[in-house]
Nanobody, 126 residues
Framework: VQLQASGGGLVQAGGSLRLSCAAS????????MGWFRQGPGKEREFVAA????????AYADSVKGRFTISRDNAKNTVYLQMDSLKPGDTAVYSC????????????????????WGQGTKVTVSS
């Protein structure tokens, strides 16, 4: 599957951005989706995940209450709404997918995902 992330940019602390990730090449509704990020000098870390139907979501503690993951299976797109952004959110954000069965628990480890997009850069200024 091919994944194309977009929506990154420069924003002031306290601001908002919405990232999008468009998928193609495999029936989108069969995949659970995740967002990960890698900040300057840091390792890649989990941000959020969403189930095939969108009914289940999971978040890293650092973004819980500020970020919202959602998906539109008709548009083959997953979103990450980021509010109350902080300088510590500065990173390259990548979307990832993994085929899953309906009852499969959400995964928060990058190694559990099979396909990755190229990443979109988010910079939050103080």
């Amino acid at each position: 599957v091919q994944l194309q992330a977009s929506g990154g940019g420069l924003v002031q602390a306290g601001g908002s951005l919405r990232l999008s990730c468009a998928a193609s090449g495999r029936p989108f509704s069969r995949d659970a989706m995740g967002w990960f990020r890698q900040g300057p000098g840091k390792e890649r870390e989990f941000v959020a995940a969403i189930s095939r139907s969108g009914g289940n979501t999971a978040y890293a503690d650092s973004v819980k209450g500020r970020f919202t993951i959602s998906r539109d299976n008709a548009k083959n797109t997953v979103y990450l709404q980021m509010d109350s952004l902080k300088p510590g959110d500065t990173a390259v954000y990548s979307c990832a997918s993994r085929p899953s069965i309906l009852s499969s628990p959400l995964k928060t480890t990058s190694g559990d995902y099979t396909d990755w997009g190229q990443g979109t850069k988010v910079t939050v200024s103080s």
